[in-house]
T-cell receptor
Framework: QKEVEQDPGPLSVPEGAIVSLNCTYSNSAFQYFMWYRQYSRKGPELLMYTYSSGNKEDGRFTAQVDKSSKYISLFIRDSQPSDSATYLCAMISYQGGSEKLVFGKGTKLTVNP | DGGITQSPKYLFRKEGQNVTLSCEQNLNHDAMYWYRQDPGQGLRLIYYSQIVNDFQKGDIAEGYSVSREKKESFPLTVTSAQKNPTAFYLC?????????????FGPGTRLLVL
């Protein structure tokens, strides 16, 4: 089983829809959880990060973490065509004094006007 | 205007050739990283450096080499030993001790094999 699983999509939604992006993980040592957005042929940019179970909101974006289920989500409200990009989840674990960062494969999202 | 720059944007490699990808940052970050991104896969760590003149292998270091002679610069060489070099290469930097969630990424270099 891979440490981080993310459905690659593609996911296509109409403008204004609520988008739900998800990742599951198997390593209970993961403590920090991030979402990156990557436009085509560009480097990823950090959207949100959190380290506790629950919700964190930033504008139209909400990051949700459920550590008991080993499941994280990113919700996008009132989606816009400019949200069309690949979204990558990422997680950090601290074990044996070392830090490990693992990325999901990314989900490609298209928001149609 | 601080940030990370990578050059070139596109790079073509002939078989048996070594090529070097440039990464420069003016963010005064101590740590720098090289990742490789392949279609349908997440980012995979090639090398990282937390201080000048020191670097560590990541998960897929074979066929690659790096140097860190200056804080601002972390060039990556793709050697002829790397048999499948076609990928999108991303450089990142962060403040040491600030955890990796504040990594800043460069725009990437796409390497293609002729």
């Amino acid at each position: 089983q891979k440490e981080v699983e993310q459905d690659p999509g593609p996911l296509s939604v109409p403008e204004g829809a609520i988008v739900s992006l998800n990742c599951t993980y198997s390593n209970s040592a993961f403590q920090y959880f991030m979402w990156y957005r990557q436009y085509s042929r560009k480097g990823p940019e950090l959207l949100m990060y959190t380290y506790s179970s629950g919700n964190k909101e930033d504008g139209r974006f909400t990051a949700q973490v459920d550590k008991s289920s080993k499941y994280i989500s990113l919700f996008i409200r009132d989606s816009q065509p400019s949200d069309s990009a690949t979204y990558l989840c990422a997680m950090i674990s601290y074990q044996g004094g070392s830090e490990k960062l693992v990325f999901g494969k990314g989900t490609k999202l298209t928001v149609n006007p | 205007d601080g940030g990370i720059t990578q050059s070139p944007k596109y790079l073509f490699r002939k078989e048996g050739q070594n090529v070097t990808l440039s990464c420069e940052q003016n963010l005064n970050h101590d740590a720098m990283y090289w990742y490789r991104q392949d279609p349908g896969q997440g980012l995979r760590l090639i090398y990282y450096s937390q201080i000048v003149n020191d670097f560590q292998k990541g998960d897929i270091a074979e066929g690659y080499s790096v140097s860190r002679e200056k804080k601002e610069s972390f060039p990556l060489t793709v050697t002829s030993a790397q048999k499948n070099p076609t990928a999108f290469y991303l450089c990142a930097s962060s403040v040491v001790g600030d955890s990796q969630e504040t990594q800043y990424f460069g725009p990437g270099t796409r390497l293609l094999v002729l």
